[in-house]
């Protein structure tokens, strides 16, 4: 069974930094593509960033150049490294994993930047 499970979130101030994690068990991680959304309440979810096997990156505007995704592949993990987070960056994260027409995704992660 496959199993992607998103961590990290939490509060944080306008300007600080936070990681997210996404864990994945259950299908050969090194094959497959990780996207990272995010859904603020009222909105639809939106992409942000993706890696793919072959470690190439690729970014939303929104978040290129405060925004960094990175795999292990060791670890089976993916991370999101975001810092400069603004008040508009508030959002349940989502992290998907997939390969050609297979895609699976976790139950996301509360992000909330507040003073």
């Known amino acids: 069974q496959v199993q992607v499970v998103e961590s990290g979130g939490g509060l944080v101030q306008p300007g600080e930094s936070l990681s997210l994690s996404c864990s994945v068990s259950?299908?050969?991680?090194?094959?497959?593509?990780v996207s990272w959304y995010r859904q603020a309440p009222g909105k639809e979810r939106e992409f942000a960033a993706t890696?793919?096997?072959?470690?190439?990156?690729y970014y939303a505007d929104v978040v290129n150049g405060r925004f960094t995704i990175s795999r292990d592949n060791a670890k089976r993990t993916a991370y999101l490294q975001m810092s400069g987070l603004l008040r508009e960056d508030t959002a349940t994260y989502y992290c998907?994993?997939?390969?050609?027409?297979?895609?699976?995704w976790g139950q996301g992660t509360q992000v909330t930047v507040s003073s």
């Open positions: 259950g299908i050969n991680f090194d094959a497959h593509f």
């Open positions: 890696i793919s096997s072959e470690h190439r990156t």
């Open positions: 998907k994993v997939g390969r050609q027409t297979q895609e699976y």
